[in-house]
Structure formats: structure tokens, C-alpha cells
């Protein structure tokens, strides 16, 4: 109600909300995705793939729940991933030992008082680890920081013993994972509906607790300031608990649903990393790690922007997506957060003043040119001809050139129109690089084939023909010449009698373009050629 009233007085109230703001960065995700996605998924197959983002948000959200809880009361919890990895091998330890017939492969089926005990033992179990977290902060008065690093680094190694003797007790040789065959158990996780109403369950309920009971306005007290909750009569011993241990189930349920995913419980990656997914998605979704601030709608929000930031970096990456995942999802995590805070910093010096400032602008500048030399061809592919480096040239310096603008001392609404003018200035050199860069290297090739004394036919039938037979060209000319080679897109290459050997042959199979290759009166021996075609196989080599 006061919302609604609010929002009369102010009707652009509610669109300033961070929640607003987090509605509005997931479609800005989908829409990049679905642009630079070469296969488009999200446009042709949009129904699959908003399945598969509910279930990984699903299960991402469910213990990103227990972290914000948390971080509202003013706490930190880091063990959330070895939570996971622990309650799932625990999990999977019971079914070895109460049915260790099933648990050989096959299609065995396990039975539901089975399943039952060891789920109901895996809660039980995060109950105990949370209530451990709880009387280490409160009675031994351990920092929650160091408190939840000690089970972080102690319960994924406890969970790879466990596993290693139990299988050896069990199936007569140590190992670090247990396979689970039942595909009863494994339909929890690969269903989209049970982890969907599982995450809205605990959603709502802890929505109601946080802004509905006396429970959830203590949180709120705790987090916001420990010493007056505390001469307010508020039992924070009993909520660091209740904290804590809410944490810690959501953890071991999640274990459940994961090992229910891939069928198998492997202590050595199991929620590895997982603890920061959620941190982080707490973080985005507006809670304060300062605790006493954020909500659980934004807790969710912040879980699917999340999760659709990695799903969109495995989609226009593609092959060794996971290997920059971090990496972008780190760099939109950060950004995020610091969009989100700039209504506390007006009135206060930007983001970039002072030497720091400099220093940092320099650094996001070599991130992002870096970036754009890893990444860059890939994420524009089909829409430029520039390569990685030069790519990573233009990225770096047009965001110093903006920063170094947004730090300079020229009024706020000066700063803003210098920055839309460099802007337009740097766009027009993108597109003046990317006309004018393959035309030097095309001038630059052909200046090379001639000064090697070759020839070059741009008109033939079958595609563009080089001609160097008869040429003084050996293994190091003809190295010189490869990267010249490629912006001419040589479909027919002449090296007959030449002095090119096995040596110096391998450099062809850059030319992706090539159809012909002519190699004879060369020394390239038969081991050569087959060097050549292993990496060009559509290649037609005369010799």
C-alpha cells in the first residue's frame, strides 16, 4: 500500500527501482545474445532454451537464497559450493550403503524409503553444518568470513574421504565418485518443473519471513546494526543460527538436485566455485554485503540475470565458452553493482578522479582490449573483417579516450556531449578500419607475391590464383608471405619448382581458402603433402 501511494505522489517511482533495472539488463542480454549468436537459438528455438535457463536458474536460485538470507543479517556465508559438493556425496553415500545391490549399474531401481532416508539424512546433515557455522561465529567468535572459509576448504575435502572409503568398503576399490543409475532420481533435476516450483517455493516462503514476520524485520535489524538490535532485545545468537542453517539446507538440497543432474557424485568438481555464483547473484539482486539491505525478488532477478549472462556467453562463444565465463561474468557482475550504487555517489567525485582514477582507467582499458584480442573475432563474427588484435587496439582506446573524457574537469552536461563526440569519432574510425585495413592488406599481398617474383590472377575461374613456380621463394620467403597470403583468400597456389621443403610447407595449411596446390619439382617429400592435407583435407595437391 505505501508503495502504491508512493507511486501516485511519484509515478516514475517504481521505475526507478533496482528491480526495474535488473528487468531491463536480462533483456538487454537476451537482445546481444540473440544478436551475436550465429545460430540464432533464442530466435528459432526460443521455448527449449527458456526451459533450460529456468532449471540452471532454478537451481542456482535455490541456494542463492539461504546466501542472501545471509548477507541481510550481515553475515557471509562462503562455503555454499563445498556445501553442495558435501551434501551430495553424503547423499550419495547413503544409497551406496543402504542398496548397494542398485548401485552396481544397470537399470536397478532404488526404492523410495531408500531415496527418502537419504534425503532426509542430507538435510539433516546441512542443519548440522549450519548450526557448526552458527556456534563458531557466536560462541567461539570466529569472523563468519573465516568461519565459512574453514568449511569451504575442509568439507570438499572431508566429502572426497568419505567417498573414497565407502567405495572401497563397498565395491572393493577406492574411488572419488559414485555413478547413480536410477533415472526415477535423476528426473528431480533434468525435469524443468520440480526445481521451477522447489526455487518459487522457497522464494515466496522466504519472501513472507523477511517482509511479513517479526523474524524478517530482526534480520533486517541485524544486518543493519548489530549493537542496537542487540540493546533492542533481539536474540541475535538464534538468528546467526536460523541464519546459518536456512543457508546451509537450501546448500544441501541443492547437492541433491545436482547430483540428480549428472548422475554421479564427484566430490574433485561438485559445486566448485558455486559459493561466488550465488554471492553474486544475492549482490546483483540488491543486497548489501554491509547486511540490513536487499529483497528476495532481487535475489531472484539477479539469479536470472545471471544465469542468462552465462547462458549468453555460451552461446556466442561456443567452443571453450567455460574458458571465459568467469572472466565476463566477473566484469558484468561488477559493472552491475556499480550502476546500481551510483544514486549513492551523486555529489561525491566520479568514478575516475585523481591519479587512482587514471590508473584505473588505464586498467579497465587493457581489460577490455584484451578482451576484445581473445573474444573480439568471434563475438563479430559476419560483422567485420578487422582481427583480434586490431579489434583489441580499437576497443582499449576508445574506452580510455570516453574515461579520460568522464574524468576531465568540464561540467557534468559538457562531459556528456564530449563523450557522445568521441564516441561518433571513434565509430567512424571503426568503420574507416574496417573498409580500410583489408584493402592495405590486399595491396600489401600483392606487393609481396610480386616482389617474390610471382604472379597474381584475381579473375580466375576457379578463385583467386597465385602463381610462384620458378621462383627463388624457400621455406623462409614462403613463411614471410603465409599471413599476406590469407587476406588475398588464395584459392590456387603454384609453388612448382621451388625450393620449398617439408620444413616450410606446414605454414599452407593457414590458407582455410585453398583448393589447388600445385608442389611440383619441389622438395616436399609425401610425409609433407600429408602434413598438408591432414590440416586443408579438400585441398588438391599436384606434386
Not at 78 to 100: Q, R, W
Amino acid at each position: 500500500m505505501a508503495d502504491l501511494q508512493a507511486a501516485r505522489r511519484d509515478p516514475l517511482r517504481l521505475f526507478r527501482r533496482h528491480e526495474f533495472g535488473l528487468l531491463l539488463a536480462i533483456l538487454l542480454v537476451v537482445g546481444v545474445t540473440t544478436l551475436f549468436d550465429s545460430q540464432h537459438n533464442y530466435f528459432h528455438d526460443p521455448w527449449r532454451n527458456a526451459r533450460e535457463i529456468m532449471r540452471q536458474t532454478s537451481l542456482l536460485g535455490i541456494f542463492a537464497l539461504g546466501s542472501a538470507v545471509v548477507i541481510i543479517s550481515g553475515g557471509i556465508d562462503l562455503s555454499s559450493g563445498s556445501v553442495i559438493c558435501f551434501s551430495g556425496t553424503i547423499c550419495a553415500t547413503f544409497l551406496l550403503l543402504l542398496a548397494p545391490d542398485r548401485m552396481h549399474g544397470g537399470e536397478a531401481v532404488i526404492g523410495l524409503p531408500v531415496l527418502a532416508v537419504a534425503i532426509v539424512g542430507t538435510l539433516i546433515i546441512g542443519f548440522l553444518i549450519g548450526s557448526l557455522h552458527a556456534w563458531l561465529i557466536t560462541a567461539i567468535r570466529l569472523p563468519p568470513f573465516i568461519a565459512t572459509l574453514a568449511t569451504l576448504v575442509g568439507l570438499r575435502s572431508f566429502a572426497w574421504a568419505i567417498c573414497e572409503n565407502v567405495t572401497q568398503a563397498t565395491l572393493g576399490g577406492r574411488s572419488s565418485q559414485i555413478q547413480i543409475y536410477d533415472e526415477r532420481f535423476r528426473y528431480l533435476a533434468t525435469s524443468v518443473w520440480i526445481p521451477a516450483v522447489l526455487f518459487v517455493v522457497f522464494a515466496l516462503a522466504a519472501w513472507v519471513m523477511l517482509s511479513r514476520t517479526v523474524l524478517g524485520r530482526h534480520l533486517y535489524a541485524l544486518g543493519g546494526n548489530e549493537e542496537a538490535a542487540r540493546l533492542s532485545g533481539v536474540r541475535i545468537d538464534r538468528l546467526r543460527w536460523f541464519a546459518y542453517c536456512f543457508s546451509a539446507v537450501l546448500s544441501s538440497i541443492a547437492g541433491i538436485l545436482y547430483i540428480c543432474e549428472v548422475s554421479v557424485a564427484d566430490p574433485t568438481t561438485l559445486g566448485l566455485g558455486y559459493e561466488l555464483n550465488a554471492i553474486a547473484a544475492a549482490v546483483v539482486g540488491g543486497c548489501s554485503l554491509q547486511g540490513g539491505v536487499g529483497t528476495i525478488g532481487g535475489t531472484v532477478l539477479g539469479t536470472i540475470f545471471l544465469r542468462t549472462v552465462i547462458d549468453g556467453v555460451a552461446k556466442v562463444i561456443k567452443t571453450g565458452s567455460r574458458v571465459y565465463e568467469g572472466l565476463i561474468v566477473g566484469l558484468v557482475v561488477v559493472f552491475a553493482v556499480a550502476f546500481s550504487q551510483t544514486a549513492r555517489l551523486r555529489g561525491r567525485e566520479g568514478f575516475f578522479a585523481g591519479a587512482l582514477g587514471f590508473v584505473a582507467a588505464i586498467n579497465l582499458a587493457l581489460i577490455f582490449g584484451v578482451i576484445m584480442v581473445l573474444v573480439g573475432p568471434t563475438l563479430a563474427e559476419g560483422w567485420t573483417t578487422l582481427d583480434g588484435p586490431i579489434l583489441g587496439a580499437w576497443a582499449g582506446a576508445s574506452i580510455l579516450a570516453m574515461l579520460l573524457v568522464l574524468r576531465s574537469r568540464l561540467g557534468a552536461q559538457s562531459r556528456w556531449i564530449g563523450t557522445l563526440g568521441v564516441a561518433v569519432v571513434l565509430i567512424g574510425i571503426y568503420f574507416g578500419l574496417d573498409r580500410g585495413v583489408p584493402l592495405y592488406r590486399l595491396h600489401a599481398a600483392r606487393a609481396s607475391v610480386q616482389a617474390a617474383g610471382g604472379k597474381i590472377d584475381m579473375h580466375a575461374a576457379e578463385g583467386v590464383r597465385v602463381d610462384l613456380g620458378g621462383t627463388q621463394v624457400d621455406d623462409a620467403t614462403l613463411k614471410q608471405l603465409a599471413d599476406r597470403l590469407q587476406a588475398l583468400h588464395v584459392a590456387d597456389l603454384s609453388l612448382a619448382r621451388t625450393k620449398v621443403t617439408d620444413d616450410g610447407i606446414g605454414v599452407i595449411g593457414g590458407l582455410t581458402t585453398l583448393k589447388r596446390l600445385d608442389l611440383s619439382g619441389t622438395q616436399v617429400t609425401r610425409a609433407g603433402t600429408r602434413s598438408v592435407t591432414r590440416l586443408l583435407p579438400d585441398v588438391e595437391v599436384i606434386q
